[in-house]
């Protein structure tokens, strides 16, 4: 199963839209995918104690465990992807472990493209997440209104569904 995290708290977010064209994209493809918005979910900050314990916290780390594959969608803030997402894998650990990982960024400029590596680095070195090459960054020159406008933008999201599919394929292998 793939699973798709969204982790921005934007309503209006960027990464949101490219997370839910990559999750219809799969959907289309009859690739059994689940979308978990963590924009809808009160998650604790991260405390080392009673956190893990949290309902929610128990019920998205089974999310985590029953996929092959993740997509993390992000914002990208102060170089690299948000609190929330770090936040969601120091909560969850473990349940990481051995997953194909692919990312999908939006941020305000071209500057920030290499700052999600740290994120990938620590996924692929504590874990020993599989990380997909290819993933999608972007700004919002990519849309227009809430639309992903840009023909690139849209051809780079199709690779990287492909990719994720290829991911998906080889882990149930």
């Known amino acids: 199963m793939i699973l798709i995290i969204s982790a921005s708290l934007n309503p209006n977010s960027s990464s949101r839209i490219v997370a839910l064209s990559v999750f219809n994209i799969l959907t289309g ?3 059994e995918t689940e979308f978990l918005d963590l924009q809808d979910i009160s998650l604790p900050f991260c405390d080392g104690d009673a956190c893990y314990s949290d309902q929610n916290v128990l019920d998205i780390k089974k999310k985590i465990l029953a ?5 993390c969608a992000s914002p990208v803030y102060n170089y690299d992807v948000n609190a929330v997402l770090k ?4 909560l969850t650990g473990k ?14 400029g071209q500057g920030s493209y290499m700052s999600p590596m740290p994120f990938l680095n620590s996924l692929m070195l504590d874990f020993r997440c599989r990380i997909i090459p290819r993933y999608v ?5 990519g849309f227009t209104d809430d639309t992903i406008s840009d ?10 569904s492909d990719e994720l599919i290829l991911a998906e394929e080889g882990n149930a292998s």
């Open 29 to 31: 493809k009859k690739q």
């Open 67 to 71: 996929a092959d594959t993740i997509l």
């Open 87 to 90: 936040n969601l894998v120091e």
């Open 95 to 108: 349940a990481w472990e051995g997953k194909s990982i692919g990312l999908a960024c939006s941020a305000g």
């Open 137 to 141: 960054y972007t700004t919002k020159a």
């Open 151 to 160: 023909v690139n933008l849209k051809n780079r999201i199709l690779e990287l």
